[in-house]
């Protein structure tokens, strides 16, 4: 995950792409101390299917481990891959002509 807040946190119009075996997985460790578990942003992404199932499959959550402490929402997804970010350096390179 991108962000391991406490509070909360999000990620939009991203490429998730699929890993070992999730996206989303607690790494962290973060635990809740608090009694609702905390919920991540991560609508409007393209998750590499439009199959709801196959999104949820990809994030280990409080749906799989209550003792995890946060949800990840993820609905509305987009339905196709979002345009990558193209980067150039020419402008880096114009700055040591």
Known sequence: MAFGSL???YIRDSI???GERYVVLDYLGLKSSATEPIHFDMTDNWWGT?????????IFDYNDDPASGYIIDWQPFKSEPVPTEKKSLGSV?????
């Open 7 to 9: 509070n909360g946190g």
């Open 16 to 18: 998730l792409a699929k």
């Open 50 to 58: 439009t199959d709801p199932d196959s999104i949820q499959a990809l």
């Open 93 to 97: 390179k114009s700055m040591f002509r």
